[in-house]
């Protein structure tokens, strides 16, 4: 078995979707059965590369340039499909670039751990999102998809309290506020299948969040530091924008982030 770092960037460099996903799946199984074993598996290093690789397709296009399709419409449901499958994609990059970027910080075993479950779970959704398309005559890679989301892991790629505050903490947060009003447009479509891959991820991101919340908490014990303040510093640094009601206050107080972490960065008060 190679070290966990290893893995991570072999991920980060492969391009097709679905061979990224199996290759993450298979190393999060590696990493799984020996911690279940009760081992203590390597770590190690790697030269995670700064972009992901990805696929020829989709093409990737400025978000004002992505063409707005109605959700009322097949068309229109294709395309909250494929950009559902993007984000996943992006997610699963995501998770294993904090596996294999951070690694001089010194951190338990249970970080990893998490991590390499978010990307296990990550690589489910992304094929539960291929598959849909495939189902609907589309694929991952049809239609032109968002440019920049791999913004925040540039921007934070020398901060690990700034990739937790932003990336689990504000973006994987935002699924938890818009999943609901997704699930509905499939639901009103009788898209059983679609629901239940979207009931599926609806309910793992919350533990996403969650790690987040927990690891960012754990690193502001260490650094003494006040949890609150030190995410709207940092989500104030790295995030571009205002955070957007309406929340889903119910699930992300699950995940452990209370209303007065995003409510003073909604640049409303
Ligand atoms: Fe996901
Ligand atoms: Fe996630």
């Not at 629901?195 to 754990?218: D, N």
């Not at 609150?228 to 206050?249: C, I, M, Q, S, W």
């Given at each position: 078995?190679?070290?966990?770092?290893?893995?991570?960037?072999?991920?980060?460099?492969?391009?097709?979707?679905?061979?990224?996903?199996?290759?993450?799946?298979?190393?999060?199984?590696?990493?799984?059965?020996?911690?279940?074993?009760?081992?203590?598996?390597?770590?190690?290093?790697?030269?995670?590369?700064?972009?992901?690789?990805?696929?020829?397709?989709?093409?990737?296009?400025?978000?004002?340039?992505?063409?707005?399709?109605?959700?009322?419409?097949p068309?229109?449901r294709?395309?909250?499909?494929?950009?559902?499958?993007?984000?996943?994609?992006?997610?699963?990059?995501?998770?294993?670039?904090?596996?294999?970027?951070?690694?001089?910080?010194?951190?338990?075993?249970?970080?990893?751990?998490?991590?390499?479950?978010?990307?296990?779970?990550?690589?489910?959704?992304?094929?539960?999102?291929?598959?849909?398309?495939?189902?609907?005559?589309?694929?991952?890679?049809?239609?032109?998809?968002?440019?920049?989301?791999?913004?925040?892991?540039?921007?934070?790629?020398?901060?690990?309290?700034?990739?937790?505050?932003?990336?689990?903490?504000?973006?994987?947060?935002?699924?938890?506020?818009?999943?609901?009003?997704?699930?509905d447009v499939f639901r009103k479509a009788k898209a059983d299948i679609a629901v239940?891959?979207?009931?599926?991820?609806?309910?793992?991101?919350?533990?996403?969040?969650?790690?987040?919340?927990?690891?960012?908490?754990?690193?502001?014990?260490?650094?003494?530091?006040?949890?609150?303040?030190?995410?709207?510093?940092?989500?104030?640094?790295?995030?571009?924008?205002?955070?957007?009601?309406?929340?889903?206050?119910?699930?992300?107080?699950?995940?452990?982030?209370?209303?007065?972490?995003?409510?003073?960065?909604?640049?409303?008060?």
């Amino acid at each position: 078995m190679i070290a966990l770092a290893q893995m991570a960037e072999a991920v980060l460099r492969c391009a097709d979707g679905r061979e990224k996903t199996a290759l993450s799946r298979r190393y999060a199984a590696e990493w799984q059965a020996a911690r279940a074993a009760g081992e203590t598996p390597e770590v190690g290093r790697a030269s995670p590369p700064l972009h992901p690789a990805r696929p020829a397709t989709p093409e990737l296009l400025s978000p004002r340039d992505v063409p707005r399709r109605r959700p009322g419409t097949p068309e229109g449901r294709i395309a909250l499909l494929h950009a559902v499958a993007h984000i996943e994609l992006n997610a699963v990059d995501l998770h294993w670039d904090i596996v294999a970027r951070f690694t001089d910080t010194r951190l338990p075993m249970g970080f990893y751990d998490d991590w390499v479950k978010a990307a296990d779970e990550e690589s489910k959704h992304f094929n539960l999102m291929a598959d849909c398309l495939e189902e609907m005559g589309s694929h991952y890679g049809a239609l032109p998809a968002h440019a920049g989301m791999w913004r925040a892991a540039e921007d934070t790629a020398d901060d690990l309290m700034g990739r937790l505050a932003v990336v689990p903490m504000v973006l994987e947060a935002r699924g938890l506020d818009v999943t609901p009003g997704m699930i509905d447009v499939f639901r009103k479509a009788k898209a059983d299948i679609a629901v239940a891959a979207l009931e599926t991820i609806y309910a793992e991101e919350v533990a996403h969040v969650a790690y987040g919340s927990k690891w960012f908490h754990f690193l502001c014990g260490r650094f003494d530091e006040d949890p609150k303040e030190r995410f709207h510093a940092l989500v104030r640094t790295y995030f571009h924008g205002d955070l957007k009601p309406p929340f889903n206050e119910e699930k992300r107080a699950e995940a452990g982030i209370p209303p007065d972490f995003y409510w003073p960065l909604t640049g409303t008060d």
